[in-house]
Structures are given as structure tokens and as C-alpha cells.
């Protein structure tokens, strides 16, 4: 499966951005999350949608993160409110190509867990 983000930017603090991630084949047939990773920082977890559309969201974007897939246009998305200097990172979309239910360490670290290339999200005054 190939994945492909877009969205990503500099904003203000305060501001929004939503991130989308194309996938290659159906979004109904994985697992899918949100990664982003700090430099010099291994990737984690930002929020995920598993196969029963439950969402999950690191605790330090609850509230501010929305997690949303449209399966008629193989999309999953990230819409991002009130963003902080400390959200700045590159953001990953992800797919778990094996797991029917995911939770933000194994959508970062497991081997079956298929990466897009990123974008940048930059939040600054």
C-alpha cells in the first residue's frame, strides 16, 4: 500500500491545519493512524482509527485532534485545532496492514505498519 500526505505548513500559534493521506487501495481494508516525530526523536503516535472506527489520540492532542477517514476517496485525514509550538514535527500517515485494532505504540512501531513520506507541520509566531 502506498500512502501520500499533503497539508502540511507554517501557521500561528492558535492556528488550524488538516493533514490529508491518499491511500493507494481501499482505507476500509486497514487500521490506519498519525505519527510525528521530533528531530533526533524516534516516531510516535498522534492518533488512530481502527478497522471499528474507534479512534484513539495521544493525550497531549486530545481535544485539539480529529482523526476522520472517507473511504469513497481512500482518504484519511488529521484536522488539527489550536496548534502549539510543541506540535511542530514532520507528520506520517500510517496503514497496519495485519492489525484490526491499533493503539499509538503499534501504529509507530510495528514491522507491519506501512509509512508515508511525511510533511512538515511548522507552528510559529
Known amino acids: 500500500v502506498q500512502l501520500v500526505e499533503s497539508g502540511g505548513g507554517s501557521v500561528q500559534p492558535g492556528g488550524s491545519l488538516t493533514l490529508s493521506c491518499a491511500v493507494e487501495?481501499?482505507?476500509?481494508?486497514?487500521?490506519m493512524g498519525w505519527l510525528r516525530q521530533f528531530p533526533g526523536k524516534d516516531p510516535e503516535g498522534v492518533a488512530t482509527l481502527d478497522d471499528y472506527g474507534t479512534t484513539k489520540y495521544a493525550d497531549s492532542v486530545k481535544g485539539r485532534f480529529t482523526i476522520s477517514r472517507d473511504n469513497a476517496k481512500n482518504t484519511l485525514y488529521l484536522q488539527m485545532n489550536s496548534l502549539k509550538a510543541d506540535d511542530t514535527a514532520m507528520y506520517f500517515c500510517a496503514a497496519d496492514r495485519v492489525r484490526r485494532v491499533v493503539t499509538l505504540s503499534s501504529i509507530a512501531t510495528a514491522r507491519e505498519v506501512v509509512r508515508g513520506q511525511g510533511t512538515q507541520v511548522t507552528v510559529s509566531s
Open positions: 487501495r481501499s482505507t476500509r481494508r486497514y487500521s
